[in-house]
Nanobody, 124 residues
Framework: QVQLVESGGGLVQAGGSLRLSCAAS????????MGWFRQAPGKEREFVAA????????YHADSVKGRFTISRDNAKKTVYLQMSSLKPEDTAIYYC?????????????????WGPGTQVTVSS
């Protein structure tokens, strides 16, 4: 099993920044791709960004490209999501997820492991 725990969420004004962290533990060797997803009230969970543990290839959703950046620290087994120029529509619960595939996938059903989520609220 792999355990994922997110941190860093909170309340921020529009235009502000936040950095989310996701710490992985357990059988992390079984996970090759890490992703960030978000879910706003009444909406489906949507893909935000993905990264491989093995290299610097990343994949960002069009809705966050240029504003959000995913990165990783292999020594700390931690993945980050740097969020800038935040908008009220970015308000959601943000989830970290792990997938066995080496492909940078955006579909939720490709991810086997999920964290409990962290709330991000952007006020206007």
């Amino acid at each position: 099993q792999v355990q994922l725990v997110e941190s860093g969420g909170g309340l921020v004004q529009a235009g502000g920044s936040l950095r989310l962290s996701c710490a992985a533990s357990g059988r992390t060797f079984s996970v090759n791709t890490m992703g960030w997803f978000r879910q706003a009230p009444g909406k489906e969970r949507e893909f935000v960004a993905a990264i491989r543990w093995s290299n610097d290839m990343t994949y960002h959703a069009d809705s966050v490209k240029g504003r959000f950046t995913i990165s990783r620290d292999n020594a700390k087994k931690t993945v980050y999501l740097q969020m800038s120029s935040l908008k009220p529509e970015d308000t959601a619960i943000y989830y970290c997820a792990g997938a066995p595939t080496i492909v940078l996938v955006s579909r939720t059903n490709k991810y086997d492991y999920w964290g409990p989520g962290t709330q991000v609220t952007v006020s206007s």
